[in-house]
């Protein structure tokens, strides 16, 4: 296998190479049903402690890419293997292009309107040989929810790019596995936005160094609270370290 498959606090992560990524999805497209990517962060891990649902979804995600400083970290600590951390978009851009060579197809589901129709041009013009098979606006009413799934059960996707106004996000796809034929799901809330170039995405030096909360905060001054699950997440993390082999 190319994937090592760790727990950080009990929750799963894998070791992905760079270079091992397109292997890995080829595996999965090869395989029948529902697959999963999950990008965990540190905030998701938490949720995945708390919430047993969550942590069922994560447990049988095909592939976690972790996607916070912290985690790495918290790996070092427990003198564990090291993972390798992703950032969000540029992984999905890395997707699309292995998908694009081997002549796959998307399926687009989220955002507004506006937002959407210009996430699928752009896409259309960054992946030419890319088939973008269809696409359906996010924050949809509950009545439409059957003529989505029929729409991506029967375009029968290589990967549906799930993004802002999916309100269930990662769940959206868990608790639907049964009615796809064969698709792998990705939930990466702003990946319609940057593409339609109304959302900026992080500076790669920014997201590098693990700074990119700051970038947050800056734009919802209430994230500042988020540095109490943070400070529990270490106090687990040294917990972890002192009495869990």
Not at 31 to 43: C, D, E, H, R, Y
Not at 90 to 116: C, D, P, Q
């Amino acid at each position: 296998m190319s994937i090592q498959r760790i727990t950080i606090a009990g929750v799963p992560v894998d070791i992905c190479r760079s270079e091992n990524l397109e292997e890995e999805v080829l595996e999965l497209l090869a395989k029948p049903g529902t697959k999963q990517i999950i990008f965990l962060s540190v905030w998701n891990l938490l949720k995945a402690r708390r919430n047993s649902e969550y942590a069922e979804c994560i447990q049988n995600a095909d592939l976690v890419l972790p996607v916070s400083k912290s985690i790495i970290s918290g790996a070092r600590f427990l003198k564990k293997s090291i993972p390798v951390r992703y950032n969000p978009f540029n992984a999905v851009i890395e997707v699309l292009s292995i998908l694009e060579s081997h002549y796959k197809s998307v399926y687009l589901l989220g955002a507004r309107k506006m937002t959407l129709q210009k996430a699928e041009a752009n896409v259309r013009a960054t992946f030419p040989a890319l088939q973008v098979v269809g696409r359906y606006i996010g924050y949809y009413p509950k009545n439409a929810e059957e003529a989505v799934v029929e729409a991506i059960y029967k375009s029968s996707p290589s990967l549906v790019l799930v993004s802002e106004g999916i309100k269930e996000k990662d769940f959206w796809a868990w608790r639907r596995r049964n009615q796809f034929s064969s698709s792998i799901f990705v939930y990466y809330r702003d990946a319609l936005g940057v593409f339609s170039e109304r959302i900026k995405r992080v500076n790669e030096k920014t997201f590098n160094r693990g700074l990119e909360i700051y970038s947050e905060i800056f734009h919802n001054p209430f994230k500042i609270f988020l540095i109490f699950p943070f400070l529990w997440y270490i106090l687990i993390i040294v917990w972890y370290r002192l009495f869990k082999k």
